[in-house]
C-alpha cells in the first residue's frame, strides 16, 4: 500500500468513525452547542455560506485539516494554480485558474506568456463580439456540448435579464434534430450567426448541428461567404476549424490544458462577451478569482473549498449517502444542478485512482437536483421520508431585481422551512398529538406515516445578489470542491475516460443503424433493438 493510499484509508476511518459517533445525531450536535449556526458558517465574498446543518465537528475538520497536511493538499492547491500538470493520464496542466487572474496581476514566469496569451484572447472575444453586433447578428447560436454548452447556458440563463440591447443567445447541444429544428424555427438566417464550440472539434453532436446549420443557411438562399462570415470557432484545434470553412478571423483558440466542464472562463464564454458585453464576463472572472485566492490562501478550518470536500467524502465515505441533491431556490439558477452534475459526476465519478489503485471508497456521488419551491411538490416527499438520506445543497439570492410584492421572502422562507424540516423531523408522540383520537389504531398507524426521521443534513449558500461576480464565484466555489475531493481521494478530476467506450461503440454502430453495414459483433439485445428501429422507423 503506498503512503498516499495509507492516508486515505485513515481520512475514510476518520470519517466513518465520525459518521457512527460524534457526527450520527446532527440535533444533539446543535442542542450541545448553542454557538454551532455562527461557528460553522463562513462569509465569502458576496456570499454568506452555512454549514452548521452538516455534521461537521471541531475535532473532525481539524484531524482531517491535520491530514490535508499530511497528504499535502496545499502543494495540490499550489500544483493546479501554477500550471504544473495535474492531469497526469493526459500529461496536462489545468489552467482554469489562470484565466481569471485579471489583467496586470503578477503571476510566475513560467505562466507569464500564457497569461498574456489569455488577455490578448479577452480582447480578441470583445472585438469579435462588437463586429457580429456591428453587423446586425441579434442571435447566437451556440452549438456545443458539455463543458462547450452548460457553462455558458448557466451563465446566460443566470443573466439574461442583463444582456445587451438587440443581442441574444440561443443554445442547441444534443444531436436529436428536434433541438436544432426548436431554434433555427424562429431564426432570421441573416440576423444570425453561430458558435461552433468544441474543444476537440470532434464531436458528433457538435459537427452535425454545425454542417446542418450551413445547410440550413444554405437552403435560405445565404451565399458560401455569407455563411462563413456567421461562423464562428471556440476550439482548442484550430485547423479543424479552418478546415470547416471558418475564417481566420473567427476562430478563437483555447489551450488543451483548459477542461472542458472547466472551460466557461475560456473563449468558450464567447457567446456570453457577446450578449452580455466583455465588462461583464471580467465581472465573472474576477468573482471566480477571488474564490480562488480564498481557496489558496485560507486555512482549512475556515476554507469554503476544503470544508465543501469534507463534507461530499463524509457523506460518500463516511454515511455512505448515494446522492447529493442541488436545490436552488432561484429560477435563473435552474441550469445550475445539470451543470454540477457534469462537474462533479465527469470529473470524479472514477474507480480507479491516480497511481492505477482500484478505489476501495465510494467517489463522486449522484448529483441532480431542481428548483425551489416547484421540487417541494414533487421529489421532497423522498428527501424527507425516503429510505435514502439524500444531503441538499440549497442556494439562493438574498437581494432580486423584480418588485413582485412578497414573492422573495416567501421564497426564501420555503428554502429555510425545508431546511429546518430536514433537520428537525416529527417524532412518533408528536405526529400522534395531532391526531384528535390517539387510541384509535387507525389515527396510530396514520401518525406512524407521518413521522419525519430529521437530521438530514443541508447546506446554504445565501449570495447577496445573483450578478456576474457571485455566479462567478459560486462555479469556481464548486470547482474547488470537486478538486480538493478528488486530490484526496487520490482521483485525476480532469481526465475523462468513461465517455469513450460508448462513443467507440456508437461509431460501429451507426452504419449497422443506417443500414450501410450488416450487423456483426453485437450483443443479442442491442441487435434486437437495431432490428427494431430499423423495421420500425
Ligand atoms: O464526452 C465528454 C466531453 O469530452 C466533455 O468532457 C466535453 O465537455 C464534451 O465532451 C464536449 O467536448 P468538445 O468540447 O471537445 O466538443
Redesign the pocket.
Known amino acids: 500500500m503506498s503512503d498516499f493510499s495509507k492516508l486515505r484509508t485513515e481520512l475514510v476511518q476518520l470519517l466513518r468513525l465520525h459518521a457512527l459517533g460524534a457526527g450520527a445525531d446532527l440535533r444533539a450536535m446543535f442542542a450541545r452547542d448553542p454557538g454551532r449556526a455562527q461557528r460553522f458558517a463562513l462569509e465569502l465574498p458576496g456570499a454568506w455560506l452555512d454549514l452548521s446543518k452538516q455534521a461537521l465537528s471541531d475535532e473532525l475538520v481539524y484531524a482531517a485539516a491535520q491530514l490535508a497536511e499530511r497528504m499535502q493538499l496545499r502543494d495540490a492547491l499550489k500544483a493546479l494554480f501554477e500550471g504544473h500538470t495535474v492531469n497526469a493520464s493526459e500529461g496536462r496542466a489545468a489552467l482554469h485558474t489562470l484565466l481569471r487572474v485579471p489583467e496586470g496581476t503578477p503571476v510566475t514566469e513560467a505562466l507569464r506568456d500564457r497569461h498574456d496569451d489569455m488577455q490578448s484572447a479577452l480582447r480578441r472575444m470583445a472585438a469579435l463580439g462588437e463586429k457580429l453586433a456591428g453587423e446586425g447578428i441579434e442571435t447566437l447560436v451556440n452549438l456545443?456540448?458539455?463543458?462547450?454548452?452548460?457553462g455558458p447556458r448557466l451563465v446566460y440563463e443566470a443573466l439574461g435579464a442583463q444582456a445587451l440591447h438587440g443581442r441574444r443567445l440561443r443554445f442547441v447541444a444534443n444531436v436529436d434534430g428536434n433541438a436544432l429544428d426548436a431554434v433555427l424555427r424562429h431564426l432570421d438566417p441573416r440576423r444570425s450567426a453561430f458558435v461552433l464550440?468544441?474543444?476537440?472539434?470532434?464531436?458528433q453532436?457538435?459537427r452535425m448541428n454545425a454542417e446542418s446549420a450551413m445547410h440550413w443557411m444554405r437552403a435560405h438562399g445565404l451565399s458560401e461567404p455569407e455563411i462563413s462570415q456567421r461562423l464562428v470557432a471556440v476550439?482548442?484545434k484550430p485547423d479543424a476549424a479552418r478546415a470547416m470553412g471558418v475564417p481566420e478571423t473567427h476562430i478563437l483558440a483555447f489551450s488543451e490544458a483548459v477542461?472542458?466542464?472547466y472551460?466557461v472562463w475560456s473563449a468558450?464564454g464567447f457567446p456570453l462577451v457577446y450578449a452580455l458585453g466583455i465588462a461583464r464576463f471580467r465581472e465573472l472572472l474576477d468573482g471566480a478569482h477571488q474564490i480562488d485566492q480564498h481557496v489558496l490562501h485560507q486555512p482549512w478550518e475556515s476554507n469554503a473549498g476544503f470544508l465543501l470536500a469534507l463534507i461530499e467524502l463524509l457523506h460518500r465515505c463516511g454515511f455512505g449517502h448515494p446522492s447529493h441533491a442541488v436545490v436552488v431556490y432561484d429560477e435563473r439558477l435552474a441550469r445550475l444542478p445539470e451543470y454540477l452534475q457534469?462537474l462533479e459526476m465527469?470529473s470524479n465519478g472514477k474507480s480507479v485512482d491516480v497511481s492505477g489503485e482500484t478505489m476501495s471508497y465510494p467517489t463522486a456521488p449522484v448529483v441532480w437536483g431542481g428548483v425551489g419551491t416547484s421540487v417541494q411538490h414533487a421529489f421532497f416527499q423522498a428527501l424527507h421520508q425516503g429510505t435514502d438520506v439524500v444531503p441538499v445543497s440549497f442556494i439562493a439570492a438574498a437581494r432580486v431585481e423584480h418588485d413582485f410584492d412578497g414573492h422573495h421572502d416567501a421564497l426564501i422562507a420555503n428554502m429555510a422551512a425545508q431546511g429546518a424540516a430536514l433537520l428537525r423531523g416529527r417524532s412518533y408522540p408528536e405526529a400522534l398529538a395531532q391526531e384528535s383520537n390517539p387510541a384509535d389504531p387507525a389515527a396510530q398507524a396514520r401518525a406512524r406515516q407521518r413521522v419525519f426521521p430529521g437530521n438530514r443534513p443541508s447546506t446554504t449558500l445565501l449570495l447577496e445578489q445573483l450578478d456576474a461576480h457571485s455566479v462567478g464565484a459560486l462555479i469556481a466555489l464548486m470547482e474547488h470542491k470537486v478538486y480538493l475531493s478528488g486530490r484526496m481521494l487520490g482521483i485525476n478530476s480532469f481526465d475523462?475516460w468513461g465517455?469513450e467506450l460508448g462513443?467507440e461503440i456508437c461509431v460501429q454502430l451507426l452504419p449497422m443503424v443506417t443500414g450501410e453495414a450488416a450487423m456483426s459483433g453485437l450483443d443479442s439485445s442491442t441487435e434486437a433493438l437495431l432490428r427494431r428501429y430499423r423495421s420500425t422507423r
Open positions: 456545443g456540448i458539455g463543458g462547450s454548452d452548460l464550440a468544441s474543444k476537440s472539434f470532434s464531436t453532436e457538435t476550439t482548442a477542461g472542458g466542464r472551460s468558450i457534469q465527469e475523462q465517455v462513443k
